[in-house]
């Protein structure tokens, strides 16, 4: 990787990491999603500024151009995130779930059944309003 | 068996259903004046909790829609919360018969072990049970499959007329399937060896209103029960059984 490459990914990435701090600081990112990103960024900040792993790497893999592992590389990251976010999702979908039927019971509980009695539900309406 | 202490809760979950659902909650308290009616009105947008509640019915209103099996589910958390022995599954749209339970009463006096009595249009001589060529298919697919699977004959596996019993309430209010259930809960049912039974009952075309599967869906529905069912099989089962504690659960919560 010629070292002008390896200047534009090691900012890429180092932009990258203080954009994910920042989100925690103005606690827009929640740490446990947080710390994910910041391992797959440091993970690529380390391929990208330390020339010799990436071209092992890149060897090892039987990737003749070694840029294309580190994109190879991102692109796992990316794949594992993205279904990471899925689980996430798919927890809060079921959590969403159950709130939502335990709040319709708990509202049908203390709402007064109107059918029971109609005719003296509305008489003490009337009522309460004087 | 029948006895007076036995509390029974029919559960109808609906969708803007607001055209049929007080028709459905009438007739449900005049063919069968020992339920409690519970009308599970999942985020419709339309009258139809009002309906429901003016025809006298017991109304769960979802914040939001969350599917059937969501909506289901709460009807079987209110069953088990509210100590009832016995709960009917019956649609908001008038297809099914209310004077039918009796049909799956009486199948459930003669064979007590059953934990569920499915209501089939297939089984018996009538097979003029109106459906979409699509939709028959997929329903046909999947009773050939499920028969395989469980080891008995399902002749309709998307049926929501159903009787569950205490049992079968439990199983469900802890775990049950989101989006198209019938077909996943007869599979939950096999695994966790509860015992299923069918008996034909008469169905009515939909009195009005969209079906949850329109033709379009189906492919998707299908899809999505296939992967389901294969899923499933795959699991190590039970995951939940009675008396478990659940991964998340409206009943898990145990307010109650």
Redesign the interface.
Same mark, same amino acid.
């Given at each position: 990787m010629t070292t002008h490459q390896r200047a534009v990914a090691v900012v890429a990435t180092v932009g990258l990491l203080i954009l994910v701090f920042d989100l925690v600081r103005r606690r827009r990112l929640l740490e446990r999603y947080a710390l994910v990103w910041m391992a797959v960024t440091v993970l690529l900040l380390v391929l990208s500024a330390w020339g010799g792993l990436l071209d092992r790497v890149a060897d090892a893999i039987g990737i003749s151009y070694p840029p294309s592992a580190l994109f190879a590389a991102a692109f796992g990251f990316v794949i594992v995130l993205l279904l990471h976010f899925s689980v996430a999702v798919s927890?809060l979908t079921? %959590?969403s779930?159950?709130l +939502? %039927?335990?709040? +319709?019971?708990?509202?049908?509980r203390v709402t007064p059944?109107?059918?029971e009695e109609p005719a003296e539900a509305h008489a003490e309406s009337v009522t309460a309003d004087r | 068996m029948h006895s007076a202490f036995e509390r029974r809760l029919a559960v109808v979950p609906a969708y803007n259903e607001e055209q049929t659902v007080g028709r459905v909650v009438r007739a449900l308290h005049r063919d069968v004046p020992g339920w409690d009616v519970l009308v599970?009105d999942d985020g419709s947008t339309d009258e139809t909790g009002l309906c429901a509640?003016?025809? *006298?019915?017991?109304?769960?209103?979802? =914040?939001?829609n969350?599917g059937i099996g *969501?909506a289901m589910?709460?009807g079987f958390?209110?069953a088990l919360?509210g100590d009832y022995d016995l709960m009917v599954q019956v649609d908001a749209d008038g297809q099914h018969d209310p004077t039918e339970i009796t049909t799956l009463l009486e199948s459930r006096a003669r064979h007590s072990e059953s934990d569920m009595v499915c209501g089939s249009r297939f089984l018996g001589d009538d097979h003029r049970y109106p459906a979409p060529i699509s939709r028959r298919t997929g329903i046909h697919v999947f009773a050939f499959l499920l028969s395989r699977i469980v080891g008995q004959r399902v002749s309709d596996p998307t049926s929501g007329f159903r009787l569950y019993n205490r049992r079968a309430i439990e199983l469900f209010a802890r775990d049950y399937p989101?989006d198209y259930p019938e077909v996943e809960a007869i599979l939950m049912l096999h695994h966790h060896r509860l015992i299923m039974r069918e008996e034909h009952v008469r169905m009515y075309e939909r009195d009005g209103g969209v079906s949850s599967i329109s033709s379009g869906k189906s492919v998707y529905y299908m899809i999505k029960v296939l992967l389901a069912i294969g899923v499933g099989l795959l699991r190590r089962r039970p995951v939940v059984s009675p008396g478990d504690a659940a =991964?998340?659960?409206?009943s898990g919560?145990n307010?109650g």
């Open positions: 927890r079921d %959590q779930k159950v +939502a %039927q335990r709040l +319709a019971l708990l509202e049908q059944q109107e059918h | 599970v509640r003016r025809a *006298g019915a017991d109304v769960l209103r979802m =914040p939001f969350l *969501g589910q709460a958390v209110y919360e989101h =991964p998340v659960t409206a919560a307010i």
